[in-house]
């Protein structure tokens, strides 16, 4: 059965010419020298054409030129003949040529009449009358095709994969323009956060030139001081001149008022002797009693040493080589409600290596499926990895979105189902050593686990990794009776024989230490001791809780509420204040 489908055929040539090929310069359209603008006249002229017809127009204001087609002026945009909008048709005729390719159907070498067809099956083409496979061979080297399966024209295949092919690139464009776009708003990015950190080094140094010019000013202004004190001393000095030669110019005066010529005499004789006297003191009187010696030191000591160091340590460049897209994170893909949950990060450069510093901005946002946002805690480790917790506050699906520089890591936002039962820290499995009926464990003052192993009527020894390392065996009383256990504060096993109806207190060798029984005791199966080392005994047989002294005496009993027995499984004691039984339910006693 074989579909017919009728097609038109157009001639490239004459299409192409008529509608791809620029009227003026008869070039064929492309996305570049020859782009397709479109005129307000609606005409199509190409970039080159434009750009050369509008460069007569820059005499007249405004600018204008006239369409080679119609004639109809056109106002040359304020951007240019760029600012022109391109030609959608154009382009998208162009788009659907390059897409399109001459049809060729392959034909039979041997028969030029008929077409090769393709077994789709095995992707074996072959003619109908050579009924052979032309080109798909199988590993053993015979030629297989499965003529049954569904055939198709070779043509017709070939076209649909070239599709999937064009489809599959374009897929692959669109990527790479994404991302070119992504890579320029980071760029962007980049700058504005270059301009950012120099504005925030300018200001922390306008701060040490705030500090450096109000040293200098200091500096100056006790110059000023110390030159102004000088000069006082030196004008005081100028006035005592001043005064001494108005005593002078006194002296000098002959003009007496008298007629007695010795008198006279004895009186200049008398003025030179002052002069004299005054003669002997002006060395001292004369000589600057300051001086203009004033010298800046700077460099004898360690301080422009020590002003170097502390510029070098003053501020610091942070940045970043890390990739968004390569970094991971490990978050569990089952958490529990109400318990701290836990995510690492760790973040990797282009290379694909692991970073060694923190500081990346990291943003995380946990929400709820319902939109709730979860408070977290985010620490960073300074290595390249981080920490992030949350508590979730109930069972629910919840988007853990991590994101470095506002990109997302590999695998963000991720899903965290929650559930209200806890899971565990870690599962060991007992078959490598042999446990037969684990029915109780207690952790030692030491570190080490102590199964209680009833099957095998041993304590099995373990470390905190669960390594098997000894046994303990219990005494040949005890055996295949023993099913509750736990540590007294002395360090020492007490455990509970359901069979022999009594409580056994147990060394790490094995020794029995003490032991004891009661006659309300009907089947003693669960055991807790607390930190006095009073030891409350769980009784299914008696649906009670009985407590004893460290030495087996008896206290009292504990009953169920409104008296009521107590199907009790396991018993447990929680801050020496509260026993916690399991039974058909989940029970907290408060007040032992």
């Known amino acids: 059965m074989s579909t017919l489908v009728e097609t038109v055929s157009i001639n490239y040539e004459d299409f192409s010419d ?13 996305p570049s020298e020859h782009a397709p603008k479109l005129l307000p006249c609606s005409h199509t002229i190409c970039h080159t054409c ?28 304020r951007g240019g003949i760029s600012a022109l909008p391109p030609s959608f048709l154009v382009n998208q005729l162009l788009d659907l040529m390059a897409s399109q390719h001459r049809e ?32 798909v061979e199988s590993k053993a080297g015979d030629f297989v095709c499965h003529h049954e399966a569904t055939v198709v024209p070779f043509s017709i295949a070939l076209k649909r994969m070239s599709k999937i092919m064009l489809y599959k690139a374009q897929q692959c464009m669109q990527k790479l323009e994404t991302g070119e776009q992504a890579i320029l708003r980071e760029c962007q990015s980049l700058d504005a956060s270059f301009n950012t950190t120099k504005a925030a080094i300018n200001k922390s140094v306008e701060a040490i030139y705030s500090l450096v010019e109000k040293h200098r000013t200091f500096l100056v202004n006790s110059l000023e001081n110390l030159r102004d004190q000088k000069k006082g001393v030196l004008h005081e000095q100028l006035n005592i001149l001043k005064e001494e030669k108005g005593k002078i110019e006194e002296i000098c005066n002959l003009d007496s008022g008298t007629t007695d010529v010795q008198w006279e005499m004895q009186a200049i004789g008398g003025k030179i002797a002052n002069l004299n006297s005054m003669l002997g003191g002006m060395p001292l009187l004369c000589d600057p009693r300051e001086n203009a010696y004033m010298f800046f030191r700077y460099g004898h000591n360690n301080i422009l040493t020590d002003l170097r160091v502390c510029l070098e340590g003053f501020g610091e460049i942070r940045h970043s080589h890390t ?16 318990l701290s949950t836990r995510m690492t990060i760790q973040c990797h450069d282009l290379n694909g290596e692991p970073c060694k510093v923190g500081g990346d901005p990291i943003t995380v946002m946990i929400a709820s499926a319902g939109g709730g946002v979860v408070h977290h805690q985010l620490v960073d480790r300074e290595n390249g990895s981080y920490d992030v917790t949350f508590t979730p506050p109930t069972a629910n699906t919840y988007s853990v979105e991590v994101k470095i520089f506002d990109r997302h890591i590999q695998g963000s936002p991720f899903e965290c189902r929650v559930s209200e039962h806890i899971n565990p820290v870690n599962v060991y499995s007992g078959g490598d050593v042999g446990l037969s009926r684990p029915v109780n464990i207690v952790k030692g003052r030491d570190g080490k686990y102590y199964v209680l192993d009833t099957g095998n009527d041993r304590i099995a020894v373990m470390t905190e990794d669960f390594e098997h390392k000894d046994n303990i065996l219990l005494p040949d009383s005890a055996r295949q009776g023993v099913t509750g ?13 359901w069979r022999t109806r009594e409580i056994l207190e147990l060394d790490f060798t094995g020794k029995i230490v003490h032991r004891f029984t009661h006659d309300l005791f009907n089947c003693p199966c669960s ?11 769980a009784d299914s047989g008696a649906g009670l809780i009985f407590s004893f002294t460290s030495t087996g005496k008896y206290i009292r009993k504990i009953t169920g509420s409104s008296g009521h027995r107590l199907d009790i499984l396991q018993v447990y004691l929680m801050k020496s204040t509260s026993i916690i039984c399991f039974d058909l339910r989940f029970l907290i006693k408060n007040g032992i």
């Open 485 to 497: 256990m736990a540590l007294s504060p002395s360090s020492t096993l007490i455990c509970t024989n």
């Open 18 to 30: 008529s509608f791809l090929t620029c009227t003026t310069c008869l070039n064929r359209y492309d």
């Open 323 to 338: 990739l968004p897209s390569l970094c991971k994170a490990t978050l569990p893909v089952i958490a529990s409600a109400h």
């Open 104 to 135: 060729v159907v392959p034909k039979c070498t041997s028969h030029q009449s008929e077409e090769l067809l393709l077994c789709e099956s095995c992707d074996a083409v072959f003619c109908t009358r050579c009924n052979l496979p032309k080109q």
């Open 50 to 77: 434009l750009g050369r017809i509008a460069e007569t127009a820059t005499a007249r204001t405004p600018p204008t030129f006239r369409c080679p087609i119609c004639r109809n002026s056109i106002v040359v945009p």
């Open 527 to 537: 055991i807790a001791v607390n930190g006095k080392g009073e030891i409350f005994v």
